[in-house]
């Protein structure tokens, strides 16, 4: 903080005292961690601290090395920050395959003589402290040793404490993630809160497997190559194209409109439950009966078989690359030019509505690191109302979203992730929602999916009887569906959900056949809205682009891509394989279509990849070529 006081100056004093509290999360989880070894045998008997001038000796040495590693990274962190605006992580080892280059660099650039003459005082000053303090601590060793009963009571809550200083947390669903420290508007007060030591082994370390991955999914394709792929597939025009990124175009005209935006994204929103999109079963009739009013498409796909890639797709705009989730990793700490973002420099204020804990798959950091002004969840619901791990069920959140929504400033933006169609499918008992037959083998799942579209209706009806429900475009679409065929390797099931637009002075009703997916969300909003805007993502408006209809999902170690009228399956390893589209169980062998359609498919992604590791995902100057 003082050695940026002048970012520190525009923080309220209370914030960066926040700072500091919520920071002692991070440095306990670092201390937990360099002492947990420690802790394991300090207490032992024979060997423990206590009676071991040897084990004393080797804890001595190891404490004072993972110090003077932890010392190393913090002062090499009051340089980073200052560059890259965010704490030690990754990129600090970007370039480490030119360590020539990198340190000639370093030493023209830095102070590097007094940060290491600096580094060698706070090691020795430590040093000598560990060594005087053991000393004192331990100076009668002549005492009795510990008893049996004191021992099965101290032993165990240690590491218990240092447990749970690791875990940062309390609550079941989520550990420490960096978007704890994500607790106010001020991007400095966030980052204060972190520990350079925490963010470079999470970011820097144990994700480097995932950008391993990533980056060989992309099959050494070239940005360039890759860019003017999506741009083909995309339709993108170079004349709306923005100087010095590879996709960001100005779209639309005219003034917009400022509807209030409610998008609800439904748990396991299966189009195979669903009368309207034509599913195996009927037990949506409040979908149905709001769909009468919108603008229904039947082929829509998510971006992944899991709740963080409908949430990252639908917010950003982009396609959910493999492994780890951006939103958990380091990089998912960037500024995307997502529907928030997007919003806000229209004037609008956004939250996020959510059943359970917030910090789950870090989603309550990533929004709020992305323009989402405010987060409730499982915290802010009556103790009384929660019912299971996922928190409250659905028709409390739309309860408190519209308690919320009725004394917010128009206009506004709410994203609303409901959580009552997933395992182990606790729901209130006593509410109207149409039951299934006890004896069939899914029923529990069945009525979970009932009650939450009764829920859905509920809310929708209450919303149409607000003034400014006239004056806001609901979005109603799934995180993901649910698996039906176990046999097949990537049930499409897992992936077809509804997208369902309702605002009749924006967007006329129907039934639209175009595919897409969760990726063009943000670009189908913004041009019902109206207005100039910049697009940076990798969608399209699907009511009425020219752009290839295509969808493209994520699971674990494949790939589906759709370009009707075929679907392609890729696997990390062995062949890809081709399909009819409307019949996945029809394989063609045609290696020209399967190298075209593995050309966009592979560019979807390491542009997405490329865009995030050269940090082009924000909205750039609006300076057309």
Not at 608 to 623: E, F, H, N, R, S
Request: charged residues 20%.
């Amino acid at each position: 903080m003082v050695r940026y006081h002048h970012l520190a100056a525009a923080v309220p004093p209370l914030t960066l005292v926040q700072s500091f509290i919520v920071g002692l999360r991070f440095d306990l989880a670092v201390t937990g961690y360099i002492v947990a070894p420690v802790a394991l045998i300090g207490l032992l008997p024979r060997i423990g601290l206590a009676r071991s001038a040897l084990t004393r000796r080797i804890c001595n040495w190891y404490l004072t090395a993972l110090a003077a590693v932890a010392f190393m990274l913090e002062l090499i962190d009051l340089e980073f920050l200052g560059q890259f605006n965010t704490r030690l992580n990754h990129l600090a080892l970007e370039w480490m395959d030119s360590p020539a280059l990198v340190f000639r660099m370093l030493w023209e650039w830095f102070a590097v003589i007094p940060t290491l003459l600096g580094w060698l005082l706070l090691t020795a000053v430590f040093a000598y402290s560990l060594r005087l303090i053991t000393r004192r601590l331990f100076r009668d060793r002549t005492g009795p040793p510990l008893s049996l009963k004191r021992f099965a009571i101290l032993y165990p809550l240690v590491l218990a404490l240092v447990f749970l200083a690791i875990r940062g947390r309390v609550a079941v669903k989520a550990p420490l993630t960096w978007g704890v420290a994500y607790f106010s508007p001020y991007n400095f007060a966030n980052q204060l809160a972190l520990n350079s030591c925490f963010t470079f082994v999470q970011d820097g370390i144990l994700e480097s497997g995932g950008r391993r991955r990533d980056a060989a999914l992309v099959r050494g394709m070239a940005p360039e190559a890759a860019y003017a792929a999506v741009g083909g597939l995309l339709k993108i025009e170079r004349s709306n194209r923005l100087e010095g990124s590879p996709v960001a175009r100005l779209e639309g005209s005219g003034t917009g409109r400022d509807h209030n935006v409610i998008i609800i994204l439904m748990e396991s929103l299966t189009a195979e439950f669903i009368g309207s999109c034509r599913g195996r079963k009927d037990l949506a009739p409040e979908f149905d009966r709001i769909s009468e009013n919108g603008l229904l498409f039947r082929r829509f796909y998510s971006s992944g078989g899991h709740t963080y890639s409908g949430i990252f797709s639908t917010v950003t705009g982009l396609p959910t690359p493999p492994g780890r989730s951006l939103m958990k990793r380091g990089e998912g700490q960037q500024r995307f030019s997502g529907i928030a973002t997007v919003l806000k420099e229209r004037g609008y204020h956004s939250m996020f509505f959510v059943t359970h804990d917030p910090h789950f798959d870090n989603m309550q950091g990533f929004l709020v690191a992305n323009d989402f002004d405010r987060v409730i969840g499982q915290p802010d619901y009556p103790a009384s109302e929660v019912v299971s791990s996922l928190g409250v069920p659905d028709h409390v959140m739309f309860d408190r979203a519209l308690e919320e929504l009725n004394a917010v400033e128009e206009p506004f933006l709410a994203l609303l992730l409901t959580g009552s169609h997933h395992g182990p499918f606790i729901i209130p008992r006593d509410k109207p929602y149409p039951r299934v037959d006890p004896s069939d083998p899914e029923a529990r799942r069945y009525n979970a999916f009932s009650y939450a579209d009764w829920s859905l209706g509920r809310f929708y009806d209450r919303i149409v009887q607000t003034d400014w429900g006239k004056r806001t475009l609901l979005v109603v679409t799934g995180d993901s569906g649910v698996i039906l065929d176990k046999q097949k390797e990537l049930d499409l099931a897992l992936f077809h959900v509804p997208l369902l637009l309702v605002d009749d002075s924006l967007v006329p009703p129907g039934v639209s056949r175009r595919v897409g997916g969760q990726k063009d969300i943000v670009a189908t909003v913004m041009d019902a809205l109206g207005g100039v805007w910049v697009n940076n993502t990798l969608g399209v408006d699907l009511r009425s682009s020219e752009a290839a209809p295509h969808a493209l999902f994520i699971e674990g170690r494949a790939t589906g891509f759709i370009l009707p009228p075929y679907l392609l399956l890729e696997r990390r390893f062995g062949n890809p394989t081709l399909y009819r589209f409307d019949d996945d169980s029809s394989r063609i062998d045609d290696a020209e279509i399967v190298s075209r359609m593995k050309v966009y498919s592979n560019a979807l992604l390491s542009t997405t990849y490329a865009m995030v590791k050269t940090m082009q995902v924000g909205l750039p100057d609006i300076t057309p070529q």
